[in-house]
């Protein structure tokens, strides 16, 4: 069987670029990104998922891909994977920064741990939350809609030199703005506590000073904190479901801003 060299170069164009976005929707998105997950898994996850997604795709445009117009395809499709992925990434986002808040009013903002997610010290109460958030997204089947966005993109967001563009990553970056009202909804019932608790500690001690505040009002703050933790989890759970379906529109919404 001979191939000619036209036909070579439709045949690396059609799952070489497909590919590229894959992997880097791979590389950036929860879960499949995470730092434990060993490189070649990913370029598993990413070469089965080509295999299954290119042949419903449409013609890819024939370009040399050893050309510039080859080379700027190639930079588009890893940009359009590493949106999408950052869009979902957006819900951990929230729950690290909502952690980080409750942490530091119990007084747990010097115990860390390393992010499963990052692969970075985060305080132990992030890094719960960054766990039930993924138990919630896997539970939600989050990935798998995550993974039928970038499908779905295939068509919407076809390969061709026009891709997410300057629009797009505006975008994302606007919508990027209700990680911080979302933060704010988890972390406002504990941190309301938290603060009636610290303030009660305030009064005591300009009303004993002899007592030493210290020795008693970290114990008591930390039970307290677990405890308003506890009573605010099914809340946040059902907050997570609204966090993850707004991620998943956020990637969605990125080809129709597109030029």
Not at 33 to 41: E, I, L
Not at 228 to 247: E, K, Q
């Amino acid at each position: 069987m001979h191939f000619s060299a036209v036909q070579l170069t439709d045949l690396v164009s059609a799952w070489m670029w497909p590919f590229f976005r894959i992997a880097a929707f791979m590389t950036a998105a929860p879960v499949f990104g995470n730092r434990p997950v060993p490189t070649r898994v990913r370029i598993g996850l990413a070469a089965a998922l080509t295999l299954v997604i290119v042949p419903n795709l449409p013609p890819t445009p024939s370009l040399d891909p050893l050309s510039l117009p080859a080379a700027l395809v190639s930079a588009q499709q890893v940009l359009i994977g590493i949106a999408f992925g950052f869009a979902v990434r957006l819900v951990f986002i929230v729950l690290e920064v909502a952690g980080q808040q409750i942490a530091q009013l119990m007084g747990l903002g010097f115990a860390a741990l390393v992010d499963p997610q990052n692969g970075i010290e985060v305080p132990v109460v992030s890094n719960f939350y960054i766990i039930l958030g993924t138990l919630v997204f896997l539970s939600l089947d989050g990935h798998l809609l995550a993974i039928q966005a970038l499908s779905q993109s295939f068509v919407s967001l076809p390969i061709s030199t026009d891709g997410i563009g300057a629009r797009g990553l505006w975008h994302i970056t606007g919508e990027a703005g209700w990680m911080f009202s979302a933060a704010v909804l988890i972390v406002l019932p504990g941190v309301a506590a938290l603060l009636c608790v610290n303030l009660a500690f305030g009064v005591m001690s300009r009303a004993a000073p002899q007592l030493n505040i210290f020795a008693v009002g970290f114990p008591i703050t930390l039970l307290f904190g677990f405890v308003v933790m506890l009573l605010t989890l099914p809340g946040m759970i059902s907050l997570l479901d609204g966090f993850i379906n707004r991620a998943l529109l956020v990637a969605r919404s990125l080809v129709e801003v597109a030029p």
